[in-house]
Nanobody, 123 residues
Framework: QVQLVESGGGLVQAGGSLRLSCAAS????????MGWFRQAPGKEREFVAA????????WYADSVKGRFTMSRDNAKNTVYLQMNSLKPEDTAVYYC????????????????WGQGTQVTVSS
């Protein structure tokens, strides 16, 4: 069992930066792939980024590639999403999720989800 708690969301101006954190409980943390998803009002939840068990591999949505960086610290049971050059279209609730599956961009592969943290980017 893995429980996830996100933090770090907030209001930022376009061009600014935020760092999201996701703290996980459970000794199985290092054995799962972690992902970030987001959902804007009136839109479907979409994949943002994912990171492998060791942290050596990462995957990004085209819309955030080059601006967002995902990392993990297995010793602290925490994953991070560094978001730079933020745009108003990045406004959404951001969710952390965990999976033992391999289709890292597929939200239905993820077994555990956090409660979400709001990110609002003003123009």
């Amino acid at each position: 069992q893995v429980q996830l708690v996100e933090s770090g969301g907030g209001l930022v101006q376009a061009g600014g930066s935020l760092r999201l954190s996701c703290a996980a409980s459970g000794r199985t943390f290092s054995y799962v792939i972690m992902g970030w998803f987001r959902q804007a009002p009136g839109k479907e939840r979409e994949f943002v980024a994912a990171i492998s068990r060791s942290g050596s591999s990462t995957w990004y949505a085209d819309s955030v590639k080059g601006r967002f960086t995902m990392s993990r610290d297995n010793a602290k049971n925490t994953v991070y999403l560094q978001m730079n050059s933020l745009k108003p279209e990045d406004t959404a609730v951001y969710y952390c999720a965990a999976t033992r599956g391999i289709s890292v961009m597929n939200q239905y592969e993820y077994d555990y989800w956090g409660q979400g943290t709001q990110v609002t980017v003003s123009s």
